[in-house]
């Protein structure tokens, strides 16, 4: 089963509008009080526990509904999860500044200085007891009353007569919107019906370089989309100089708007792979858990934009959309992927010339383009995996 979110734009009266706005502000806090026993209980304590704690605190404090105050708990417990997930995908970096040895250390939730807060006015909302379809409608509770209001659901309508779940309502740039999760049943993937094997090389100088099994090499240029975000640094040092709270607010705003654009780009790159190759696809990427971009050896204009690109998110969008259109992507070691010979298998990292990007051989000559060489060695460990030899797959 796979979970993709829908969208629904919600037209509320003027009377309705105060009454989500409110609820969600209601919810927010309940969800900063709750956030607060859970960090100075050591992440300990399980749903169960803090319903008994903090139950009927929250109905009285913030006059939310019974399932609306279960699901606060479980929001703040899913918040922390998805944090502890993160820290663990992004182990702490340190240098032995004696021996200039760097060394990596496993994070958790212990590194946390202080606890979670939920800055924006949300609200999560249980199907059918919170929220539901009725007579082409849209029916939400919130602190008041239950209330009927129009709704428009363009691109996703395929998707109603699957299982619906929890939903989140969120005001976004003047408006409201429910994004709904939705339970669908996607094509099953089989070795036996495979036509295609693509290893994926992500960077920034292209965004992503494939290579498929008929030794086809496509790549997505990633030049404009790095030339746009040192706008969006420009502008921030510039805001960031003045220090004023309209430069704060429009600080925040360009952040959002550059986030989104970001996954924009994502959204486009993957929708073109699982499009062009279609189902029965297997799409090969390296496995970058606890992998460190160097960014001593980058030059320091070129920093930001070495390591704050959106490559998991870009794995997380690939993921899905493979698995509804029947195919399967997974991740490979990423151990010298850049430094091994597709040709003859020998390793040597002097092969590849950064300044040029190229690869050449120094044991059988063969030359090409240094991020070809990455998708062709990804999409090798892909084809290993097809016929059973898992040496070098991670997941």
């Known amino acids: 089963m796979t979970t993709v979110t829908i969208k629904a734009r919600i037209y509320p009266t003027s009377e309705q509008a105060n009454l989500l706005l409110a609820t969600m502000q209601q919810y927010r806090n309940a969800c900063n009080l709750v956030s607060q026993y859970y960090f100075d209980h050591n992440f300990v304590p399980k749903q169960k526990d803090i319903n008994k704690a903090l139950y009927h605190k929250v109905r009285e404090q913030f006059g939310l509904k019974a399932q609306m105050t279960q699901s606060v708990f479980k929001t703040v417990i899913a918040r922390y999860r998805t944090v502890e997930t993160q820290l663990k995908q992004k182990p702490y970096h340190f240098k032995d500044n004696n021996t200039d040895t760097w060394y990596t250390e496993q994070r958790d939730l212990s590194w946390l200085q202080k606890p979670i807060n939920f800055k924006r006015p949300q609200c999560d909302l249980v199907s059918a007891r919170d929220w539901s379809f009725k007579n082409d409608k849209l029916s939400l509770n ?5 209330e009927i209001m129009d709704f428009s659901m363009k691109g996703f309508e395929q998707y109603l007569d699957s299982k619906l779940g929890t939903a989140k309502l969120v005001k976004s740039c003047g408006h409201y919107f429910l994004h709904i999760s939705v339970t ?3 094509h099953i993937f089989e070795k036996a019906d495979l036509k295609h ?10 965004l992503a370089t494939t290579y498929d099994e008929k030794d086809k090499t496509s790549f997505i240029d990633g030049k404009a989309i790095i030339a746009k975000r040192r706008k969006y640094k420009k502008l921030r040092q510039q805001l960031q100089s003045k220090g004023t709270k309209s430069a704060k607010r429009r600080l925040k705003a360009i952040g959002q708007r550059e986030n989104r654009w970001m996954s924009d780009i994502n959204h486009q790159i993957t929708k073109t792979l ?5 189902k029965d696809t297997l799409f090969v990427l390296e496995d970058l858990t606890n992998v460190r971009f160097a960014t001593e050896k980058v030059a320091k204009t070129n920093r930001y934009e070495q390591v704050s690109w959106a490559f998991y998110q870009f794995e997380q ?5 493979a698995e509804l259109n029947g195919s399967k992507v ?13 040709k003859c298998g020998s390793v040597n990292k002097n092969n590849r010339k950064h300044d040029i990007h190229e690869y050449q051989c120094a044991n059988c000559g063969y030359k090409s383009n240094d991020d070809r060489i990455g998708a062709m060695n990804i999409q090798y460990l892909g084809t290993n995996w097809v016929t059973g030899d898992t040496t070098k797959i991670t997941k």
């Open 142 to 146: 919130t602190l008041a009353n239950r």
């Open 184 to 186: 669908v049943e996607p």
């Open 197 to 206: 094997v693509v290893g994926i090389d992500r960077g920034l100088r292209f």
């Open 274 to 278: 699982t499009d062009k190759y279609g």
């Open 317 to 321: 969008f690939l993921t899905y959309k």
């Open 330 to 342: 997974i991740k490979v070691s990423a151990q010298y992927t850049s430094q091994r010979c597709p």
